[in-house]
Every structure is written in structure tokens, then in C-alpha cells.
């Protein structure tokens, strides 16, 4: 099996050389397969959400090393990253970030716009999908109208 995401000895020290440093990773090495479902379960504090940003490169470590698909994130541009997160990888955020103003469909579709992506290409995928997430009955309601089982499933579609 594939490996796509792997860490070696990541630290991350907010604050470094003032009296507000804090060690919030220290020596993470790990790596994570294809298809495999991974849990990072810890306390409050405990440094899962900064983990979890410098593995989706929005955030840097203070010292060691990123693979995603193999590639070096260190020696990646800004740029290069931003393409990175836009094609590779998904986000599900706590409270969602769906767009209010967006129906249910339009905030589905809205990444495929955004990539320029031929919506009329994509109408099979995106029926499986709604399908698969059980979603098809509320495309055209707004955010506000749906539950939050129904709101995280918009989300991951
Ligand atoms: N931007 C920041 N500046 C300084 N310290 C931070 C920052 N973000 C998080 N921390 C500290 O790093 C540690 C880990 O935080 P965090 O990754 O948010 O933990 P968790 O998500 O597991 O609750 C905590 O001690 C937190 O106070
Ligand atoms: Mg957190």
C-alpha cells in the first residue's frame, strides 16, 4: 500500500527565544496509508490542530520534514502548496464553512467552478455523490435550513 502522508521528526515551538514558548510538537514521525482512516485523538492542548495544519500545509514546523505524495512540502513555493490543497486535499471543518448564501447544490459545485471545472461534465459524479451521502432530497435548500449531520455531509461532498 501507497504511503501519502509521512512526517519525520516534526517539531513545532510557537514563540521561540521569548518566555511564551511553547513546545507544541516535538519529534512527530509517522506515516499514514492509502485508504487508511486515521484518528488523532488527545487532550485539549495536546497539539492535534497544529498538527493537523502543518500536515495540510497552512502551517509550517519549526524543524523536520512533510512528505505528501512523496513530495517534500519544505521545498515547496507558497504557490505550489495553494495548487497542492486545492486539488489533493479536503477539509471538513468543525463548524463546516459552507456558504450561507449558497444552496445546498450551489455549495457542492462550488469547487468545481472555482477549479473552472465543466459543471454539465461533472452532473453523473455529483448525482453518485449526493446519492452516496443521501443528500439529493435538500439540494436546494440553504445551509441554515439543513441539520448538522446534514450540513457535515455537504461538507465532505
Ligand atoms: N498560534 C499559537 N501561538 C502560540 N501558542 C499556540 C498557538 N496555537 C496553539 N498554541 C499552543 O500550542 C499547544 C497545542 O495547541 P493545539 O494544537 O491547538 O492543541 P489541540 O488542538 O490538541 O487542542 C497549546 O498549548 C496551545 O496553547
Ligand atoms: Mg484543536
New binding site residues.
Partial sequence: METIIETKELTKI??PQTTHK?V?LKNISMSIQQGSFVSIM?K???????LINILSTIDEPTSGHVYLLGQDTYLMSEKQKAEFRKEKIGFVFQDFNLMDFLDVKENIILGLRLNKINIKDKEKDIQEIVDELDIKDILDKYPFECSGGQKQRIAIA
Fill in positions: 510557537y514563540n511553547v507544541a488527545g485539549s492542548g495536546s497539539g492535534k490542530t497544529t
